[in-house]
C-alpha cells in the first residue's frame, strides 16, 4: 500500500509564498513521477505541475511563479509556491503516476493520493 502525506498548506497574505511537501512511504515501483494538483469546491481538479523520476524538465500550469522538486532520497516532492495570489486558493493535493509524461496533466492517470492541503490566500 501507497502513503503519500501532504503539508505545508495555510493561510498566507497575497504576495507571500509557501513551501508545500509530499512524502510518499510504503510499496511502490522503482520509478514513478509526482504531480500537484488543486481543487476548489465545485470544481475539478486541475493540474499545477509535475516532474519525472529523473527530475528532468518539469511541467506546469502555473509557469514562473510555481517550482516543483523532488528529493528521490527521501521519497518527497516539493512545491515551491510565489507571489501567491487569491485566485490561487484551494486545496492542493499530491500525487503519483507511473504513467508517461503525456499524461501527467490528467488526474485519472494518478494511481495515489494524498489527503490534501489546504492554501488559502488573503488579498
Known amino acids: 500500500q501507497v502513503q503519500l502525506v501532504e503539508s505545508g498548506g495555510g493561510l498566507v497574505q497575497a504576495g507571500g509564498s509557501l513551501r508545500l511537501s509530499c512524502a510518499v512511504s510504503?510499496?511502490?515501483?522503482?520509478?514513478?513521477?509526482m504531480g500537484w494538483f488543486r481543487q476548489v469546491p465545485g470544481k475539478e481538479r486541475e493540474f499545477v505541475a509535475a516532474?519525472?523520476?529523473?527530475?528532468?524538465t518539469p511541467y506546469y500550469s502555473v509557469k514562473g511563479r510555481f517550482t516543483i522538486s523532488r528529493d528521490k532520497t527521501k521519497n518527497t516532492a516539493f512545491l515551491r509556491m510565489n507571489s501567491l495570489k487569491p485566485e490561487d486558493t484551494a486545496v492542493y493535493y499530491c500525487?503519483?503516476?507511473?504513467?508517461?509524461?503525456?499524461?501527467?496533466?490528467?488526474?485519472?492517470?494518478?494511481?495515489?493520493w494524498g489527503q490534501g492541503t489546504q492554501v488559502t490566500v488573503s488579498s
Open positions: 510504503g510499496r511502490t515501483p522503482s520509478t514513478y513521477a
Open positions: 500525487g503519483v503516476t507511473y504513467s508517461g509524461s503525456d499524461h501527467y496533466t490528467v488526474p485519472y492517470e494518478y494511481d495515489h
Open positions: 516532474i519525472s523520476w529523473s527530475g528532468g
